[in-house]
T-cell receptor
Framework: QQQVKQSPQSLIVQKGGISIINCAYE??????FPWYQQFPGKGPALLIA?????SEKKEGRFTISFNKSAKQFSLHIMDSQPGDSATYFC?????????????FGTGTSLTVIP | NAGVMQNPRHLVRRRGQEARLRCSPM?????VYWYRQLPEEGLKFMVY????????ESGMPKERFSAEFPKEGPSILRIQQVVRGDSAAYFC?????????????FGQGTRLTVV
């Protein structure tokens, strides 16, 4: 059972365009939602994260939009660059629980073409 | 400050052998997490450890898999009698506190191939 559903599986965007990746969840106990970026052969690295008390968070060209009522959140990459080509994972966790684990989406392979 | 160090980066084992994966957390981090990544899939939680304690192993297969994080030395993920289905990338992450509240830093992973 996939706790966090991510789409699309792959995405091709022109340089300068906007990349949008969507995630949805069911467990209302989740209250921390990070996005990780992973390059081939590397480990995932935290890109940006949000808590559900805000609807949007922006860091440079990266923005998370969060819709608590719909239980959805998305990553927007503005002015996409070839260097952004990577696999992106959304995740969710329940801080403070003994689980302390992240539930990851299945990933989106982003290719930004020049 | 070195990041999370995993070794080996690549490991090839024949079916039935043991695989031993090592993870040295970042300096000052006492929380370690192991995740498994299968091709075309996201990372799946396996186990969460603090020094000398297994806190949550709910994602760990019941047989053949074990993990430890001793007082001294790296965390070890051990897979006994490996099978082809164990072929995957295994990532370790560490955090200074339980990572539900803060960033977890991932290592570069160990890619296990069972032949």
């Amino acid at each position: 059972q996939q706790q966090v559903k991510q789409s699309p599986q792959s995405l091709i965007v022109q340089k300068g365009g906007i990349s949008i990746i969507n995630c949805a969840y069911e467990n209302t106990a989740f209250d921390y939602f990070p996005w990780y970026q992973q390059f081939p052969g590397k480990g995932p690295a935290l890109l940006i994260a949000i808590r559900p008390d805000v609807s949007e968070k922006k860091e440079g060209r990266f923005t998370i939009s969060f819709n608590k009522s719909a239980k959805q959140f998305s990553l927007h990459i503005m002015d996409s660059q070839p260097g952004d080509s990577a696999t992106y994972f959304c995740a969710a966790s329940i801080p403070g629980s003994t689980g302390n684990q992240f539930y990851f989406g299945t990933g989106t392979s982003l290719t930004v073409i020049p | 400050n070195a990041g999370v160090m995993q070794n080996p980066r690549h490991l090839v084992r024949r079916r039935g052998q043991e695989a031993r994966l090592r993870c040295s957390p970042m300096k000052g981090h006492s929380h370690v997490y192991w995740y498994r990544q299968l091709p075309e899939e996201g990372l799946k939680f396996m186990v969460y450890l603090q020094k000398e304690n297994i806190i949550d192993e709910s994602g760990m297969p019941k047989e053949r898999f074990s993990a430890e994080f001793p007082k001294e030395g790296p965390s070890i993920l051990r897979i006994q009698q490996v099978v082809r289905g164990d072929s995957a990338a295994y990532f370790c992450a560490s955090s200074p506190i339980s990572h539900g509240d803060t960033e977890a830093f991932f290592g570069q992973g160990t890619r296990l191939t069972v032949v």
